[in-house]
């Protein structure tokens, strides 16, 4: 039942947004909406034991309507109930054209990520990981910013190209499950041998290591992060990354145990040394927007070194990080967006001295910025820890490569801090004001969330202890 | 006669009509090439048919076996000629927009 | 059991409570108030702690456990605190000492803003805070969670007059190196839970057997990393001197009393895998006595007061990494205190000066303030006296300890270590002399407003210089008396397993006695000659050239990791942002688009319009089929291959 929920009151909220003439009226709705989401979703995490819903669906290809929560999903689709309210409630003061249109479509990008982060049917998983791509193909393309089309239009052929490929995966394991189906435990239950692994391994792979992404897949980020309104890229950053890693946890490596260890080293060190790659192109950044998207590029890429280690403690990790790091990105955006907001720019250059001006803002990002950099007590700094206990024992050479990754976060994040806040006020910065009520509270409760977590992170391990077993006893 | 001269002999009226209607660009022409490697196949199907309904003949004096060849050759003719006055009206209207039967003028879809 | 447990949580929350009201009700508060506050929390835990120093004196080592902080599969990282002999005496340290700073610091910083003088406070409780968890944590990870949050509070203090842009870049510079550092602490963890499952120091140290002579050197050779990072060690020391961008008193606790001995304490803490690694241990000490030398070289030359004092520190540091490299455990925590008495008298002295010069800090712009300021100057003095190592004060003893312990290892160590000793009374009583003595060569606006300190002020500069000057008893040496070692006594249990890995053979006492005299003779001269020389210091304007120069520019170093380490990575990140990124990848992503957009404006042409083209596509096409058709089952083998 709970699922059921998670993914249809976004959708038909969604589609009722459609019909809202007043903006506010629409934004407003919106919000109600996904705190009711939430509201269902921390029922879901705490309360419920109806957690799993299975009816016939398209009964001719053998697809059933086939949802379920585990410790992982229920992890992540409390992380997208969550991350929904704070994106809207941030981002209140935002003015969009079409309001209702923006609202409309923002609801079903979340019932999608819910649907992606239920499915127990390979065929619904695809059906709704397409319906989380195209709402947001929409988003971007008509509020982005000025160079929107030809961004919004490489991120979709690329995630759609990667899609597709899925798809095919998709199709060539049906045909070879016995009863023809697409359940996950048919799935689950395939012998696959070595040869048939390596062909549909990468046919999975390649579709979540763009959705990551992962390097070299990750040109589309920065660009379509940049270019999309900022509520948009914290979804996309905050829980839409997390699909591929989802993905890869829940329909890659139980499926392939082969091909995983086959060709885990080879992802591990594109990873590590992406890792390294968008940590120093991060340095050099200038757009606040731009910086975030290449850190996120790096951590992401810990994320998925650490799942092809294969080591419990490392899978550990990236459970935790997932939530986390969602959490973390959301309230450096927040940051972003309220500095352009404010500002109108987002260039480091035309920044500086804010700290004297807005100073809550200033220690609020502080804390974001050193959960960014995983700083002990902080809720990154306990996945971080854990991820590079698995890398290490995988590899002692690649954790310590990857562990430069460390020291470049600090440098781009503290040069960030730095020139934003720091130093004297530019002409831009000069009549800054501190940010509104609204934003000021959504960052607290986030702040609340890094450090509670950060203290203690066993809730967080609790919740997906028994994934991780199942998946490397 | 042995069969292998009527194939010998359709393959080399189909190939007349394959080489006319890929070289010529006189539409007429072009419909007579057609109907070339129709006749071709209906050759074929009276040669084999006879064949068949011969070898038969011998075993049962009242078979019937192969003569539903023939029976084609018929529904070819009635729709070639449907074909052919369907294809001979397209050429007249062609003549009267262009004052002209060859093909190579037909290049675009429009106008 | 409980009232330890009791007791340590409320030693290391007082001051995180200090943090969080002074922090949130900045901009609420009086002066006054914030200050009561910051202090009272500190001395709160100060009295807290004396008292479980006694508990321990009692009861010997205990350790509280919390609640589990990381609990996954076999690793349990419980957030405990470990209270023993070690960690009684550093809390001791660093709350006492922490405690006169904090009241320093009311009236030094009297001149901020309410808010900003809040933040200051904040942040010194926050510090204490982490610097507590540091020392009581009861496994690695609880340290490194207060190694990691003693560089967050220097970095904010470093940077804490965040409109100038240097402080930021030191600040900056700060928190980087000690990352570089603490990597390589994070990594000795990870090989530790690796090859032991486990972190907690009790169990760790029990089953240190288990692991091979190569295991044990790698990972003290990690943490050491870790050590050269916070401790301002050779080749990462570069940020300590910079760090003196912050306000003195925070140059005083953080920069000279406590973070920077907390590599010291964590090589005490695990001296017995350092002693099963004599490997590492050659190498601590080489790189200590380097460090010893290399900073107080740099110090002869230095003109900025806080500067002479950091490169000091630095080589003090070194003195003590010295100590733990030759087996001198205890000679090292106990240059640990003296150094934190005299170190933090001696930045709290300059600190008074700075402030009655408004804010100069270069000493040739000083002189003959003695007759200014008569506490800050005696104080000063105590503080160089035990500096240098003159009987009887307190940096006689720890650093003979350390020098003695360095001649039964090797004598060249001794040697070396002498001259740096000499070294250090040179530029010690060169910065007392300029600064005290001859006459006085500021401006006459400066000279017009030259006072004496207030009492907040010279009261814990009087504490710390009884302190300095009597601290050294606690460790007197065989040679003057027997079992007069009082710290060695109390420190016993927490070395006893290394001390039962090796043999000791003391020098004899005669020749001790002998090298202590030289050695003390050799100091006076130094003190004489220096004394002479810089009270008649008269301020010239030339050029310095050849060694001198290289001394003053601190021998390159912050010119060569730029020219070696910033600059390439800088290039580095410019290439693949501008043409890796772009060109590389993106450029290959956008050329497949290219390639489908020319390929499909090619097929195009293909749809010429001309019917006899279409004629013959179709009929080739037939032929293909049937080609294919014949061939049926060759070809389909074929393609099926294919895919």
Redesign the interface.
Known sequence: MVPLLLIFIPVISGLLTFFLKNGNAAKNWSLVASVITLAVGLYGVFGSQNLSCNVEWLPVLGARFSVMLDGMGKMLTLLTAISFPIVFAATYNNQYKNTNAFYGLMLLTQAGLMGVFVAGDALLFYFFWELALIPVYFLCSIWGGEKRIAVTF?FF??TFVGSLLMLVGILYLYNLTPNHTFAIESFYALKLTAAQQNIAFWLFFIAFAIKMPIF?L???QPDAYEQSPTSVTMILSGVMAKMGIFAVIRWLVPIFPLATEKFGSIIIILSVFGML?AS??A???DDIKRLIAYSSIGHIGLMCAAIFAMK??GL?GVMVQMFNHGINVIGLWIVANAIQQQLGTRKFSELG?L??KA?ILAILLMVMA?ANIA???TNA??GE??M??GL??YN?WL??IA??S??LA??YT??MV?KV????TTTKTENATDITGNVQLILIVLVVVVIGFG????PL?NLT?DVVIAINP | MPIQYYIYLALALFSIGVVGVLTRRNAIIIFMCVELMLNATNLLLVAFSKMHHGAALVADKASMVGIDGQLFVFFIMVVAAAEVSVGLAIIVMMYRNTHSVDVNFLNRLKN | MQTIKILLAFIVLWPLVGFLVNGLGRNFRSKKMTALYGCGQILGSFLASIYVFFLVKENGSQVATY???????T?KIPMSFQIDQLSSLFILIITGVGFLIHVYSTSYMRDEEP?HYARYFAYLNLFIFSMLLLVLGANY?IM??GW??VG?CS?LLI?FW????NY??AA?KA??MN??G??GF??AV??L??KLGTVTYIDVFARVGELSSQDITIITALLFVGAMGKSAQLPLYTWLPDAMAGPTPVSALIHAATMVTAGIYMIARSNILYTMAPGTQGFIAIIGLATALFAATIALKQNDIKKVLAYSTVSQLGYMFLGLGVGAYTGAVFHVMTHAFFKALLFLGAGSVIHAMHHEQDIRKMGGLKKFMPITNITFLLGCLAIAGVPPFSGFFSKDEILAAAFEKNPILYYLGVAGALMTTFYMFRLYAMTFLGKFRGTNDQEHHLHESPSAITIPLIILAILATVGGFIGIPEVFATNSHWLEQWLAPIFEGSKALVEVHAVNHSQELLMMGVVTGLVLITIMFTWNKFSKYEEKNIEETGFVKVLENKWYVDELYDAIIVKP??G???F??NI??KSG??G???GV?RLVNYSSRQLRLVQSGQVGNYILIMVLSIIVIIFIWINDATIFRFISKIF
């Open positions: 490489k052929i690329y070299p990750h040109t589309w790659y120093l192109i340095i050099k950044q419990g403690i550990q001295g700290a004297q100073p050193f700083l002990p007590l700094f306990v820890f854990l590079f206990n290490f024992q002692i954790a310590t562990g430069i460390i020291i600090a440098v503290l040069n730095q806040f720091y130093g004297n203290i203690y992170p066993q391990i202890k | 609640f589990d902080f990381i609990n996954v599969g690793l808010k990870v490194f969670i990691e949050g967050l970095y940077g965040f409109k100038n842009d930021n870049y900056k928190f980087i990352r570089i603490d990597l994070l990594l990870f090989y839970i690796n990575l800088d580095l990140a410019v693949f942002k890796f990124e990848i993106d290959t992503v956008n688009g």
